[in-house]
Protein backbone atom coordinates (compact mmCIF):
# COMPACT_ATOMS: atom_id res chain seq x y z
CA UNK A 1 0.00 0.00 0.00
CA UNK A 2 1.65 3.28 -0.79
CA UNK A 3 2.12 6.28 1.59
CA UNK A 4 -0.64 8.44 0.45
CA UNK A 5 -2.77 5.22 0.72
CA UNK A 6 -1.91 5.35 4.61
CA UNK A 7 -1.92 8.93 5.10
CA UNK A 8 -5.35 8.94 3.69
CA UNK A 9 -6.50 6.27 6.09
CA UNK A 10 -4.84 7.94 9.20
CA UNK A 11 -6.62 11.06 8.56
CA UNK A 12 -9.84 9.46 8.50
CA UNK A 13 -9.07 7.28 11.42
CA UNK A 14 -10.61 9.84 14.41
CA UNK A 15 -14.21 9.48 12.32
CA UNK A 16 -13.82 6.50 11.95
CA UNK A 17 -13.38 5.18 15.68
CA UNK A 18 -16.60 8.03 16.02
CA UNK A 19 -18.67 5.70 13.94
CA UNK A 20 -17.54 2.19 15.73
CA UNK A 21 -17.85 3.37 19.05
CA UNK A 22 -21.50 4.85 18.89
CA UNK A 23 -22.27 1.32 17.05
CA UNK A 24 -20.63 -0.48 19.77
CA UNK A 25 -20.54 1.23 22.86
CA UNK A 26 -16.91 -0.50 23.39
CA UNK A 27 -13.93 1.55 22.29
CA UNK A 28 -11.20 -1.17 22.49
CA UNK A 29 -14.17 -3.31 19.83
CA UNK A 30 -14.16 -0.01 18.03
CA UNK A 31 -10.39 0.27 17.59
CA UNK A 32 -10.41 -3.69 16.30
CA UNK A 33 -13.45 -2.58 13.96
CA UNK A 34 -11.34 0.69 12.56
CA UNK A 35 -7.50 -1.90 12.62
CA UNK A 36 -9.77 -4.50 10.55
CA UNK A 37 -10.48 -1.47 8.22
CA UNK A 38 -7.40 -0.72 7.79
CA UNK A 39 -6.41 -4.00 6.62
CA UNK A 40 -8.88 -4.39 4.14
CA UNK A 41 -8.26 -0.49 2.91
CA UNK A 42 -4.67 -2.46 1.80
CA UNK A 43 -6.33 -3.99 -0.62
CA UNK A 44 -8.29 -1.84 -2.48
CA UNK A 45 -7.69 0.11 -5.70
CA UNK A 46 -7.32 3.17 -4.49
CA UNK A 47 -7.33 4.84 -8.02
CA UNK A 48 -11.27 4.06 -8.29
CA UNK A 49 -11.94 5.02 -4.64
CA UNK A 50 -13.23 9.39 -5.06
CA UNK A 51 -14.51 10.05 -1.44
CA UNK A 52 -12.31 7.87 1.27
CA UNK A 53 -14.11 9.12 3.94
CA UNK A 54 -17.52 7.68 2.57
CA UNK A 55 -16.04 4.62 1.36
CA UNK A 56 -14.51 3.70 5.04
CA UNK A 57 -17.35 4.57 6.52
CA UNK A 58 -19.02 1.77 5.19
CA UNK A 59 -16.82 -0.28 5.48
CA UNK A 60 -16.57 0.47 9.58
CA UNK A 61 -20.17 0.50 9.63
CA UNK A 62 -20.85 -3.02 7.74
CA UNK A 63 -18.01 -4.71 9.86
CA UNK A 64 -20.26 -3.53 12.88
CA UNK A 65 -22.95 -5.12 12.13
CA UNK A 66 -21.18 -8.04 11.51
CA UNK A 67 -19.70 -7.86 15.39
CA UNK A 68 -23.68 -7.10 16.62
CA UNK A 69 -24.56 -9.91 15.43
CA UNK A 70 -22.41 -12.04 17.15
CA UNK A 71 -22.60 -9.75 20.40
CA UNK A 72 -26.36 -9.73 20.91
CA UNK A 73 -26.21 -13.18 22.75
CA UNK A 74 -23.54 -11.59 25.11
CA UNK A 75 -25.48 -8.46 26.00
CA UNK A 76 -28.71 -10.55 26.50
CA UNK A 77 -26.82 -12.48 29.04
CA UNK A 78 -25.09 -9.19 30.68
CA UNK A 79 -25.39 -8.86 34.52
CA UNK A 80 -26.97 -5.98 35.92
CA UNK A 81 -27.40 -2.46 33.77
CA UNK A 82 -25.16 -1.96 30.56
CA UNK A 83 -23.48 1.42 30.00
CA UNK A 84 -20.67 1.66 27.19
CA UNK A 85 -17.07 2.13 27.83
CA UNK A 86 -16.22 5.52 29.51
CA UNK A 87 -14.82 8.06 27.26
CA UNK A 88 -13.11 10.71 29.87
CA UNK A 89 -12.09 14.06 28.39
CA UNK A 90 -10.97 17.24 29.49
CA UNK A 91 -12.80 19.08 27.08
CA UNK A 92 -16.49 19.58 26.13
CA UNK A 93 -17.04 17.20 23.04
CA UNK A 94 -19.86 16.80 20.72
CA UNK A 95 -23.37 16.53 22.06
CA UNK A 96 -23.82 13.02 20.72
CA UNK A 97 -21.25 11.21 22.72
CA UNK A 98 -23.21 11.63 26.13
CA UNK A 99 -24.61 8.78 27.96
CA UNK A 100 -28.03 9.29 27.68
CA UNK A 101 -27.79 9.18 23.59
CA UNK A 102 -25.23 6.63 23.71
CA UNK A 103 -28.05 4.72 25.96
CA UNK A 104 -30.68 5.77 23.47
CA UNK A 105 -28.30 4.52 20.34
CA UNK A 106 -28.43 0.77 22.43
CA UNK A 107 -31.69 0.75 22.35
CA UNK A 108 -32.24 0.80 18.69
CA UNK A 109 -31.91 -2.14 16.11
CA UNK A 110 -28.57 -2.20 14.97
CA UNK A 111 -29.68 -0.83 11.19
CA UNK A 112 -31.66 2.10 12.77
CA UNK A 113 -28.29 2.68 14.54
CA UNK A 114 -26.47 2.56 11.54
CA UNK A 115 -29.08 4.98 9.69
CA UNK A 116 -29.32 7.55 11.93
CA UNK A 117 -25.57 7.86 12.33
CA UNK A 118 -24.67 7.60 9.03
CA UNK A 119 -27.29 9.89 7.97
CA UNK A 120 -27.51 12.38 10.64
CA UNK A 121 -24.19 12.73 12.13
CA UNK A 122 -22.42 12.12 8.54
CA UNK A 123 -24.73 13.58 6.26
CA UNK A 124 -24.89 10.51 3.78
CA UNK A 125 -27.65 10.46 1.56
CA UNK A 126 -30.36 7.31 1.84
CA UNK A 127 -29.22 6.21 -1.72
CA UNK A 128 -25.54 5.80 -0.18
CA UNK A 129 -26.98 4.21 3.14
CA UNK A 130 -28.72 1.53 1.20
CA UNK A 131 -25.54 0.30 -0.25
CA UNK A 132 -24.72 -0.33 2.98
CA UNK A 133 -27.24 -2.31 4.77
CA UNK A 134 -28.78 -3.54 1.72
CA UNK A 135 -32.25 -2.08 1.77
CA UNK A 136 -33.86 0.48 -0.57
CA UNK A 137 -33.42 3.97 0.07
CA UNK A 138 -37.10 4.61 1.53
CA UNK A 139 -36.46 1.72 4.05
CA UNK A 140 -33.20 3.23 5.18
CA UNK A 141 -35.40 6.90 5.59
CA UNK A 142 -37.40 5.09 7.55
CA UNK A 143 -35.46 3.37 9.62
CA UNK A 144 -33.42 6.89 10.69
CA UNK A 145 -36.70 8.18 11.06
CA UNK A 146 -38.04 5.88 13.99
CA UNK A 147 -34.13 6.24 15.65
CA UNK A 148 -34.41 9.96 15.36
CA UNK A 149 -37.56 9.66 17.53
CA UNK A 150 -36.12 7.95 20.02
CA UNK A 151 -32.87 9.80 20.29
CA UNK A 152 -34.26 13.34 20.07
CA UNK A 153 -35.78 12.99 23.62
CA UNK A 154 -32.54 12.79 25.15
CA UNK A 155 -30.63 15.71 23.53
CA UNK A 156 -30.10 18.14 26.64
CA UNK A 157 -32.94 20.82 26.36
CA UNK A 158 -30.68 23.36 27.14
CA UNK A 159 -26.24 23.73 27.29
CA UNK A 160 -24.71 22.74 30.46
CA UNK A 161 -22.59 25.53 31.94
CA UNK A 162 -19.34 23.55 32.41
CA UNK A 163 -18.33 25.42 35.40
CA UNK A 164 -21.72 24.99 37.19
CA UNK A 165 -21.77 20.96 36.20
CA UNK A 166 -18.78 20.29 37.94
CA UNK A 167 -19.78 22.21 40.79
CA UNK A 168 -22.26 19.62 41.46
CA UNK A 169 -20.02 16.69 40.39
CA UNK A 170 -18.00 18.14 43.81
CA UNK A 171 -20.64 18.87 45.54
CA UNK A 172 -21.90 15.56 44.61
CA UNK A 173 -18.32 13.58 45.32
CA UNK A 174 -18.38 15.52 49.47
CA UNK A 175 -21.52 14.62 50.27
CA UNK A 176 -21.34 11.33 49.22
CA UNK A 177 -17.68 11.25 50.88
CA UNK A 178 -19.28 12.08 54.62
CA UNK A 179 -22.07 10.27 54.11
CA UNK A 180 -24.29 13.67 54.28
CA UNK A 181 -27.78 12.39 52.78
CA UNK A 182 -29.29 15.64 53.39
CA UNK A 183 -26.94 17.29 51.34
CA UNK A 184 -27.50 14.65 48.95
CA UNK A 185 -30.79 14.40 48.58
CA UNK A 186 -30.79 18.42 47.70
CA UNK A 187 -28.53 17.60 44.49
CA UNK A 188 -31.35 15.11 43.61
CA UNK A 189 -34.56 15.39 41.33
CA UNK A 190 -36.87 13.94 42.48
CA UNK A 191 -37.46 11.10 39.86
CA UNK A 192 -33.38 10.60 39.60
CA UNK A 193 -32.02 7.55 37.72
CA UNK A 194 -29.42 5.54 39.36
CA UNK A 195 -27.43 3.26 36.67
CA UNK A 196 -24.36 0.86 37.56
CA UNK A 197 -22.32 -1.42 35.92
CA UNK A 198 -20.66 -4.08 37.71
CA UNK A 199 -21.10 -6.44 34.93
CA UNK A 200 -21.19 -9.36 37.16
CA UNK A 201 -17.41 -8.57 38.01
CA UNK A 202 -17.86 -6.16 40.84
CA UNK A 203 -20.57 -5.85 43.34
CA UNK A 204 -22.96 -3.03 41.97
CA UNK A 205 -27.13 -2.39 41.79
CA UNK A 206 -28.47 -4.97 39.91
CA UNK A 207 -31.30 -2.94 38.54
CA UNK A 208 -32.16 0.55 37.16
CA UNK A 209 -32.54 2.47 40.08
CA UNK A 210 -35.69 5.24 40.07
CA UNK A 211 -36.42 8.10 42.70
CA UNK A 212 -34.19 9.78 45.15
CA UNK A 213 -35.62 7.51 47.50
CA UNK A 214 -34.79 4.64 46.54
CA UNK A 215 -31.18 5.98 45.33
CA UNK A 216 -30.08 7.52 48.94
CA UNK A 217 -31.52 3.88 50.24
CA UNK A 218 -28.88 2.21 48.90
CA UNK A 219 -26.74 4.79 49.22
CA UNK A 220 -26.97 4.44 52.95
CA UNK A 221 -26.94 0.53 52.83
CA UNK A 222 -23.45 1.13 50.73
CA UNK A 223 -22.05 3.50 53.26
CA UNK A 224 -22.95 0.79 56.01
CA UNK A 225 -20.75 -1.72 54.19
CA UNK A 226 -17.92 0.73 53.07
CA UNK A 227 -14.36 -0.07 55.11
CA UNK A 228 -12.72 2.52 52.90
CA UNK A 229 -13.81 6.10 52.00
CA UNK A 230 -13.51 6.47 47.77
CA UNK A 231 -10.24 8.02 46.83
CA UNK A 232 -10.68 11.24 44.60
CA UNK A 233 -8.73 10.90 41.32
CA UNK A 234 -9.73 13.85 38.68
CA UNK A 235 -12.80 15.42 38.27
CA UNK A 236 -13.60 15.53 34.56
CA UNK A 237 -16.11 14.94 31.29
CA UNK A 238 -17.32 11.29 31.23
CA UNK A 239 -19.18 10.74 27.83
CA UNK A 240 -19.72 14.75 27.94
CA UNK A 241 -21.03 14.67 31.33
CA UNK A 242 -20.07 15.88 34.52
CA UNK A 243 -17.93 13.53 36.63
CA UNK A 244 -14.98 11.78 38.27
CA UNK A 245 -12.71 9.05 38.38
CA UNK A 246 -12.60 7.46 41.85
CA UNK A 247 -10.04 4.96 43.48
CA UNK A 248 -12.50 2.33 45.49
CA UNK A 249 -11.96 0.49 48.35
CA UNK A 250 -11.08 -3.04 46.37
CA UNK A 251 -8.36 -0.58 44.61
CA UNK A 252 -9.92 -0.65 41.54
CA UNK A 253 -11.05 2.47 39.27
CA UNK A 254 -14.59 3.61 39.18
CA UNK A 255 -16.48 6.34 37.06
CA UNK A 256 -19.38 8.54 38.23
CA UNK A 257 -20.90 10.78 35.80
CA UNK A 258 -24.17 12.85 35.83
CA UNK A 259 -26.78 14.36 33.70
CA UNK A 260 -27.69 17.49 34.74
CA UNK A 261 -30.95 19.65 34.03
CA UNK A 262 -31.92 22.38 35.77
CA UNK A 263 -29.35 22.85 38.52
CA UNK A 264 -30.65 18.96 39.29
CA UNK A 265 -29.36 15.31 38.94
CA UNK A 266 -31.30 13.68 36.71
CA UNK A 267 -29.59 10.66 36.27
CA UNK A 268 -26.17 8.87 37.74
CA UNK A 269 -24.43 6.64 35.75
CA UNK A 270 -21.10 4.43 37.43
CA UNK A 271 -19.21 2.32 35.73
CA UNK A 272 -17.23 -0.23 37.70
CA UNK A 273 -17.04 -3.31 35.24
CA UNK A 274 -13.14 -3.83 35.34
CA UNK A 275 -13.42 -4.93 31.76
CA UNK A 276 -14.14 -1.05 30.47
CA UNK A 277 -11.96 0.87 32.46
CA UNK A 278 -8.72 -1.21 31.81
CA UNK A 279 -8.08 1.96 29.19
CA UNK A 280 -8.11 4.20 32.38
CA UNK A 281 -6.38 2.43 34.36
CA UNK A 282 -3.33 2.44 31.59
CA UNK A 283 -3.38 6.52 30.84
CA UNK A 284 -2.05 9.08 33.07
CA UNK A 285 -4.17 10.72 35.84
Known amino acids: MTEGATRIFDAQ ?9 RMLGSMADAEDIVQDAFLRWRGVDHAQVQAPGAFLRRIVTRLCLDHLKSARVLRETYTGPWLPEPVVEDDWVDEDVTLPL ?4 ERLSPLERAAF ?3 DLFGESFDEIAQVLDRDAAACRKLATRAREHVRAERPRFPLDRQRGMAIASAFFEASSQGDLTQLGALLAEDVRFYSDGGGKRPSVSRMLEGA ?3 LRAQAALARLRT ?5 IRYALVNGLPG ?6 DGLLQTTAFQIEDGQIRAIYVTRNPDKLRHLEQAPH
Open 117 to 119: LLH
Open 13 to 21: RPALLRVAY
Open 228 to 232: APSRL
Open 102 to 105: LLAL
Open 244 to 249: FITREP
Open 213 to 215: RDF
